[in-house]
Structures are given as structure tokens and as C-alpha cells.
DNA sequence: CCGGTGTTTGACAATCGTTCTCACTTCTCT
DNA sequence: AGAGAAGTGAGAACGATTGTCAAACACCGG
């Protein structure tokens, strides 16, 4: 059974602090700064634990590092991220669930799932990029 | 100028023979066996330019590795992959596109792509499944 | 057909995120 | 306190991918 430990709590409240995706790397390093002493082993078990209680949510990032987050909602839901400043927005979208559903029963398939995440720039950053003058092409 | 050499068709050649997806490493040693000579560097080299190409879909496994796939239709489409044998339907889902667009917009998002892939059990491995006598849970 | 020249190739080293190993520490329970 | 289970961490190991660089090759003009 699973132990309460220092370091398991360091990563939950390392978790808790920040509010958009962080790689495990990033999170060993935040945690380090802060005083925490604790290895890089402990950080990927720690994650992965929490991952599979459900209580963090991962994802992984275009050039295939895995990405961490604690959410809000514990149910299935969907991920709206700045790919500019990464906030991150949580959104769930009933109207896609019954669409992936149907069009997997119109395929013949079973049990579906999927993936799914959306990506933009967000207003502050479209701000911050409008600002810049003359900006051409 | 890209040149056209024995490797490069080569691989364009094995991504036609397969209809699901497949590593970089798999296509390597798919040609290796079909008696093509060919470095594992230059797989990945070629992969790489077919998808800046647009001429090939990329995706992520579950485990990190990058998987590909010559698809029919090169403008932008969905999947529904069988979990079970690899089978691969291509889809497409206008609801999808113009739900992810609204949604970004609500929140002030900019520039909205989105990344979606479905996975199931395709009806003949489903079959496979069922005839399996006294399968429990 | 022949040579020049810039591209491509491939064996191998290097990178990088992640996982494994294993001796050591820390709990928990009695 | 003592035994045994669970957790930790430094470093080794791993596996996919990318970089290196000399040798091989494709394409061009003569």
C-alpha cells in the first residue's frame, strides 16, 4: 500500500503551485530550488503513481517528453493550451464524445476512446504579438 | 533540391505496401528483409522529409515512439485505429473542426489547431475476442 | 561517355528522457 | 527494540532519435 511520504507530498503540492503542464524534469528542478531534496527516480515514480490514481493528468508534448498536470476535474475531459505562455484551460466537450462514439459503432469498432487537444494563442500573448510594430508576413 | 536516390523510394515504396501505422525502426527493418540496403539514419532522415512533405501523417504512441503512415487524403483528417491489430480508418469530422474552433474562440484563443485520435477495437478483433470461450470479467 | 561538385548516405557516437538496479533508509507493527 | 515491507536515490542502463563526417552517388555540362 501506498506510504505518505516527504517526497510524495513535495510533488503533490509542486503540482498544486503551478497551474499549467510541466515536464518531470522541470518539477525535479522546482522542487530542488524550493529545498526539497529529491531524486530525479522519485520525481517519475511519484508522477506516474499519481497519474495512475487518476489524480494528475499527462500528456505528451510534440517532441515526445511527457507533460504533467493537476487538474481540476477528475473526469475524462479535454485540454485548451497557449502555445505560447502553455495556460492551459480545461474544457470538456460532450458534443465530441458522442461524435468519436458514433463514428466508431458507424466502423464497426468497440470501446472507443481517444485523444484530444487543442492548441492556440491566447489572448494576452495575441495581445503581446499585435503590439510589436511593423511585424510583416 | 531534394534528389531522388534508390533509399528514398524505397521508403516511399514500403509506406505504400502497409496501410497502418509504423515506426521508423519497423519500416528500417521491414526493408532490411525486402533485401533494400539501407541505414537506419537515412529512415529517419527520409520519414522526416515525407512528413515536412506533407506526404506522410506522423503520431505519437502511447510509449514515445513516432509512428507513420502514408495517408490517402492530404489535407488535414482524423484516425480510428484498432488497439488490437493496427487497422487504421482515416476520418474526417467537420462537427470536430468547427466545435475546436468555437471553443478557442470563447476562451480568446487565436490560431486554433487541434490534435484527435481515436482508438477502439475494430469489429474483427472483437469477433477474435468473443469466440474465446469462458473469457471472465 | 567523363569528370566535377554539391547532395546523400551510413556506421557509429552522442543525446536525452525515462526506467532499472540495488544498497540503504524509513515506516509500521508488534 | 527488532523484523519485514515500502520508499528512496545515485548512477547505470535503455531505447528512440539525431549528429558527425568521410566515402559514395546523382545530376550537370562538356
Not at 507530498?9 to 503551478?18: I, T
Not at 524550493?34 to 508522477?47: E, M, N
Not at 500528456?59 to 505560447?84: F, K, N, Q
Not at 474544457?91 to 458514433?102: F, K, L, M, N, Q
Request: hydrophobic share 40%; glycine share 8%; aromatic share 4%.
Amino acid at each position: 500500500m501506498p506510504r505518505m511520504t516527504r517526497q510524495r507530498s513535495a510533488v503533490a503540492d509542486a503540482l498544486a503551485q503551478v497551474d499549467d503542464f510541466r515536464s518531470a524534469q522541470q518539477l525535479h528542478e522546482l522542487l530542488r530550488d524550493r529545498g526539497d531534496a529529491i531524486g530525479l527516480a522519485t520525481v517519475y515514480r511519484t508522477l506516474q503513481a499519481l497519474v495512475d490514481g487518476g489524480e494528475v493528468d499527462v500528456m505528451r508534448t510534440a517532441d515526445g517528453e511527457s507533460v504533467y498536470r493537476r487538474c481540476a476535474r477528475r473526469e475524462h475531459h479535454h485540454h485548451l493550451i497557449c502555445r505560447s505562455c502553455g495556460t492551459t484551460v480545461e474544457i470538456d466537450g460532450p458534443s465530441v464524445e458522442s461524435w468519436a462514439a458514433t463514428i466508431g459503432a458507424a466502423h464497426g469498432f468497440r470501446q472507443i476512446e481517444h485523444t484530444m487537444e487543442l492548441f492556440g494563442t491566447c489572448a494576452v500573448c495575441a495581445a503581446r504579438t499585435d503590439e510589436a510594430p511593423h511585424a510583416p508576413v
